[in-house]
């Protein structure tokens, strides 16, 4: 256990649809069943523009780092002139390309509901070779939050580095059927899609990660309760105690009793049943998830318990950890490496 500071589309066209993604598939080494309902390569999307991807970084960095001083948390300042820096420079940006990696929009069942997502892969996978995958749980809630082609750059510091990466946009999200619970029967969205990870036949079922993001934090925790197996995991902003008084909202839209509802969502209750080795990342400057409320009084527990875990505090840092992005995508990386295994 260590704890640690640091800076942060009539029916010939659907037969011809399904034998052209079955001819793409199998020149990605993708071969064998298809546990999907449905599974297309994603469209292109928004061509690279530098300039309003900054604006965009910026307008919501900016107004977290407002919100943080209204609650008189450390705040890193980030001058525009020296964005380039801590944000990551142009050339940064347009190095980071999709080139080389294959984005296929997907749809599987899950309780008799068509639940949609993404699968990253590399474009080409030789026959026979197994890669290890990401599960990524994405936070948020509704549509404005959904996983998109271009997320993370299509997760493309995670494929460069050998990985498949596979997401869930939740049940009532993006087309998909049911409603969000936000850590409800939506938990089973993502075992059974851990489950499918592990039948695709270009993947290492021994080598299975989780990567998750505030509310994806919490569901990757929920779901490794629940019986998802992963090598480790990585949470970013996780909340970990969602009783707290700015979690409220929740409590209001939750269903039956209200108190259970959020006890089964606070991983800090239940930290004994997680098994997964755990890399925490925080930033100090956070307004959505409190350090002092939340992060620390889990590392606190998982103390307790002998868990395995490493904690990551970047001074104020944002909520996504947006200043020190770099450092915090190759911690993890470093982490998921330290437990792979060779079966």
């Known amino acids: 256990m260590i704890y640690r500071l640091a800076s942060l589309v009539v029916a010939s066209a659907i037969i011809f649809l399904g034998l052209a993604n079955a001819q793409a598939a199998q020149s990605a080494g993708i071969t064998g069943a298809n546990p999907f309902i449905e599974r297309f390569p994603c469209?292109?999307?928004?061509?690279?523009?530098?300039?309003?991807?900054?604006?965009?970084?910026?307008?919501?960095?900016?107004?977290e780092q407002s919100a943080a001083r209204a609650q008189k948390l450390p705040v890193r300042v980030i001058a525009e002139a020296a964005a380039d820096k801590s944000l990551g420079t142009e050339a940064d940006y347009f190095a980071r390309n999709r080139q080389g990696i294959r984005c296929e929009r997907i749809a599987y069942d899950v309780d008799g509901l068509k639940i949609?997502?993404?699968?990253?892969?590399?474009?080409?996978?030789?026959?026979?070779?197994?890669?290890?995958?990401?599960?990524?749980?994405?936070?948020?809630?509704?549509?404005?939050?959904?996983?998109?082609?271009?997320?993370?750059?299509?997760?493309?510091?995670?494929?460069?580095?050998?990985?498949?990466?596979?997401?869930?946009q939740y049940r009532g999200n993006d087309g998909s059927e049911g409603t969000d619970e936000i850590g409800g029967a939506d938990v089973r969205d993502v075992v059974h899609l851990t489950q499918i990870a592990r039948q695709l036949p270009f993947v290492d079922e021994h080598n299975v990660f989780a990567l998750g993001y505030s509310r994806g934090a919490?569901?990757?925790?929920?779901?490794?309760r629940d019986g998802a197996a992963f090598n480790a995991?990585?949470?970013?902003?996780?909340?970990?105690?969602l009783r707290a008084p700015e979690f409220s909202r929740l409590a209001a839209q939750a269903k039956g009793d209200r108190a259970a509802a959020?006890?089964?969502?606070?991983?800090?209750?239940?930290?004994?049943?997680?098994?997964?080795?755990?890399?925490?990342?925080?930033?100090?400057?956070?307004?959505?998830?409190?350090?002092?409320?939340?992060?620390?009084?889990?590392?606190?527990?998982?103390?307790?318990?002998?868990?395995?875990?490493?904690?990551?505090?970047?001074?104020?840092?944002?909520?996504?950890?947006?200043?020190?992005?770099?450092?915090?995508?190759q911690r993890i990386l470093d982490w998921f490496a330290r437990f792979k295994t060779t079966k």
């Open 43 to 63: 469209e292109d999307g928004e061509p690279p523009n530098f300039k309003r991807y900054r604006e965009r970084q910026l307008a919501t960095l900016q107004m």
């Open 218 to 224: 919490m569901m990757t925790l929920s779901a490794a």
């Open 116 to 168: 949609r997502g993404f699968l990253w892969t590399p474009a080409t996978i030789e026959l026979g070779q197994r890669l290890p995958i990401i599960v990524f749980n994405r936070g948020g809630t509704g549509d404005d939050s959904k996983l998109r082609p271009n997320t993370q750059f299509g997760f493309e510091r995670f494929v460069r580095a050998g990985y498949a990466v596979i997401g869930s």
């Open 262 to 329: 959020l006890a089964a969502r606070s991983a800090i209750l239940w930290a004994e049943k997680i098994e997964s080795p755990m890399l925490i990342l925080q930033g100090s400057g956070d307004p959505l998830v409190s350090t002092a409320r939340q992060t620390l009084p889990f590392a606190t527990r998982l103390q307790e318990l002998s868990k395995d875990y490493e904690l990551v505090i970047y001074h104020g840092d944002s909520h996504g950890i947006a200043i020190n992005g770099n450092d915090r995508d």
């Open 233 to 241: 995991v990585a949470l970013v902003g996780l909340p970990a105690d």
